[in-house]
């Protein structure tokens, strides 16, 4: 069955950086055909999308609260995405979840834990 699987979450200070990675296995069709996105969740609020990369990596976007200092990119031949965060505010500490879409297909990881914080 699909599987995404989040890692690279920790705890770090402000204005430091991580590099989450999500590995896809399951799929199919091939990666490259998925959007992948990354989403987060912070306590109390709504699950927000902070990045996504168009199927075959054709365009990005971004939540405007993190453009400029996240960069989503994808690997198809290892079937992973990536989200390098830097410059780490307190107010991006959330569960950071990852995304595949394909048509009417949707799957989900099942999150990691970033906290910002000094």
């Known amino acids: 069955q699909v599987q995404l699987v989040e890692s690279g979450g920790g705890l770090v200070q402000p204005g430091g950086s991580l590099r989450l990675s999500c590995a896809a296995s399951g799929f199919r069709f091939t990666f490259s055909s998925y959007t992948m996105s990354w989403y987060r969740q912070a306590p109390g609020k709504e699950r927000e999308l902070v990045a996504a990369t168009s199927a075959f990596g054709g365009s990005t976007n971004y939540a405007s609260s993190v453009k400029g200092r996240f960069t989503i990119s994808r690997d198809n031949a290892k079937n992973t995405v990536y989200l390098q965060m830097i410059s780490l505010k307190p107010e991006d500490t959330a569960v950071y979840y990852c995304?595949?879409?394909?048509?009417?297909?949707?799957?989900w990881g099942q999150g990691t834990q970033v906290t910002v914080s000094s």
């Open positions: 995304k595949a879409t394909r048509y009417g297909s949707m799957y």
